[in-house]
């Protein structure tokens, strides 16, 4: 039996016909959509490490991280999950020169449909990975920004009638509303005030995603490492950044970053 073991990251992704998994654990990069169909089991050790400055850690906070980069670090900062409030064009923030890095770039707001449509804001750089990660089946691209506080201003408006969320249990359900993302762009465009409307894009390419799935849960029981230091079931299927297992469990893997595990299949 195959074992592996490491610190669980968010798994990185290839391709959207269907979409690849991979998780790194140590040195070894595990193909986990090459496993759907076959029996797995991740232990737990009860060793964490923080994601970003590797000290070990009682508890993780915010997807990975010690207390101290919690508070600390830009990785947690408001404006990453309220981008109209980012100062980084301004040269301010908890780390100026991460904030150039990483928030002076372009961003794009988009829609998305993961159990509803929402709205949302990412980098340039992570499409269509955002997208995946949400669990999306089709996306498109409403506007363009030359930095994040523009497209949170942008988000700000759109959420006065679309949501911002992800409706998890819809998604790994795979409900779908079969939006027409094209004629929601035209609505979105026209609710925005005419500064912004200038940032609205022109192409209105659909993305559509398919992932590795057997099957979808009709009832979600959602498990961790916490509650359980051993999860093991046949995997039926992998969405955003959860493990569907056939017998309806399902693991959100991001939210159990810096969990030092073995993985055995």
């Known amino acids: 039996m195959p074992s592996f073991e490491g610190n669980i990251e968010k798994m990185d992704t290839v391709g959207v016909a269907p979409v690849q998994y991979y998780l790194q654990l140590q040195d070894d990069k595990v193909a986990m959509h090459e496993l759907i169909g076959s029996e797995i089991q991740i232990l737990f050790t009860g060793r964490i490490n923080c994601i970003n ?3 070990l850690t009682k508890k993780a906070f915010g997807q990975g991280f010690c207390f101290k980069c919690f508070s600390e670090s830009p990785e947690n900062s408001d404006c990453i999950l309220r981008p109209e409030v980012c100062e980084g064009h ?3 923030g908890r780390d100026a020169q991460w904030e150039y890095h990483h928030h002076v770039k ?3 707001i988009y829609l998305a449909e993961s159990g509803g449509v929402k709205v949302g804001v990412t980098r340039d750089t992570q499409i269509p990975t955002r997208w995946i990660d949400q669990g999306a089946w089709q996306a498109i691209i409403l506007a363009k920004v030359p930095y994040r506080k523009l497209a949170g201003m942008i988000e ?3 959420k006065k009638t679309l949501s911002d969320k992800t409706n998890w249990q819809q998604m790994l359900k795979d ?3 079969d939006a027409d993302l094209i004629a929601e762009k035209k609505k ?3 609710q ?4 912004l409307r200038g940032y609205v894009l022109e192409e209105d390419e659909v993305v559509r995603i398919e992932y590795p799935l057997i099957s979808t849960p009709s009832v979600i029981n959602s498990t961790n490492l916490d509650k359980s230091p051993t999860v093991q079931g046949k995997l039926h299927g992998i969405k955003g950044q959860y493990l569907i297992f056939e017998n309806g469990n399902v693991m959100n893997l ?3 970053s810096g969990y030092y595990v073995t993985l055995k299949y």
Do not use: D, N, Q, T
């Not at 925005?192 to 500064?195: A, D, H, M, S």
């Open 254 to 256: 991001r939210s159990m």
């Open 90 to 92: 301004l040269g301010k």
């Open 188 to 190: 979105a465009a026209a």
């Open 106 to 108: 372009p961003h794009y």
């Open 156 to 158: 700000v408006e759109l």
């Open 192 to 195: 925005l005030p005419e500064e």
């Open 175 to 177: 409900v779908r509303m």
């Open 53 to 55: 400055c590797g000290k």
